[in-house]
C-alpha cells in the first residue's frame, strides 16, 4: 500500500504543505519544507501532479496489478481527493480488464 498525494499546481502544493506543517509542526512559523519531504519519502508515496500520479500508477498496472489499495495520509486534504476522484480514478476506471 502506498500514500497517495496529488495537487493540481503550486498553489495547491503549497496548500497541502501547510496542511502538513500544521500537523506535525503546530505553532511553528518556520518553513519546514525539507523535513516534511525526508518524513514523506520514507513512507515511498505516489505524489504529484494527476498526470504524474497517473504515470506512477499506470507503471505498477503495467507491471501486472489490477487493483490499487489508496492510503491517504492526510485525511483533511478534501482537494487533492477531490482531483484523485475526478482526475485519476477515471482514467483507470475506463481502461479494461
Known amino acids: 500500500m502506498n500514500p497517495v498525494m496529488v495537487w ?3 498553489t495547491d502544493y503549497r496548500k497541502f504543505m501547510g496542511s502538513v506543517q500544521a500537523i506535525l509542526f503546530s505553532g511553528s512559523t518556520e518553513n519546514h ?3 516534511i519531504l525526508g518524513f514523506l519519502s520514507t513512507m515511498n508515496p505516489v505524489k504529484g501532479s494527476p ?5 506512477k500508477m499506470q507503471a505498477y498496472a503495467n507491471a501486472g496489478a489490477d487493483e490499487f489499495i489508496i492510503q491517504w495520509p492526510m485525511l483533511e486534504d478534501f ?3 477531490d482531483i484523485f476522484a475526478k482526475e485519476i480514478i477515471p ?3 475506463s481502461q479494461q480488464r
Open 8 to 10: 493540481r499546481d503550486q
Open 33 to 35: 519544507d525539507e523535513e
Open 51 to 55: 498526470s504524474e500520479v497517473i504515470d
Open 79 to 81: 482537494a487533492g481527493l
Open 91 to 93: 482514467h483507470f476506471s
